[in-house]
């Protein structure tokens, strides 16, 4: 049985940094492109950002461009979100999800074929 586990939220200072983690077990994470989405109270799911199967490709959403950064290692069959200097509207549910594909267009970051399978979450609130 597939299962996504999400690590590493908490409560952090504006400019401060965490690191999410998504661990996988009951399936090998190799061949999939994966996603991190977040979902702020009130508000939609949105994407955050994408990686490749391999990890030689990776896309960010604008609002975390050049602040996230995600990464993976298949032999542990793991994804990571590198959040810096975050600010209080990245407060959000962050869900790492396991992608049907992701079509990498340059102006339509992480456009994916549908989800195959949701993590849990795991909260991120970024407050003084």
């Known amino acids: 049985q597939l299962q996504l586990v999400e690590s590493g939220g908490g409560l952090v200072q504006p400019g401060g940094s965490l690191r999410l983690s998504c661990t996988a077990s009951?399936?090998?994470?190799?061949?999939?492109?994966m996603m991190w989405f977040r979902q702020a109270p009130g508000k939609e799911r949105e994407g955050v950002s994408c990686?490749?199967?391999?990890?030689?490709?990776?896309n960010y959403f604008d609002s975390v461009k050049g602040r996230f950064t995600i990464s993976r290692d298949n032999a542990k069959n793991t994804v990571w979100l590198q959040m810096n200097s975050l600010k209080p509207e990245d407060t959000a549910v962050y869900y790492c999800?396991?992608?049907?594909?992701?079509?990498?267009?340059?102006?339509?970051?992480?456009?994916?074929?549908?989800?195959?399978?949701w993590g849990k979450g795991a909260q991120v609130t970024v407050s003084s």
């Open positions: 009951g399936l090998s994470l190799n061949n999939y492109s």
């Open positions: 999800a396991v992608t049907m594909g992701i079509s990498w267009k340059p102006d339509r970051p992480c456009l994916n074929y549908g989800i195959k399978h």
């Open positions: 990686i490749s199967g391999s990890g030689s490709s990776t």
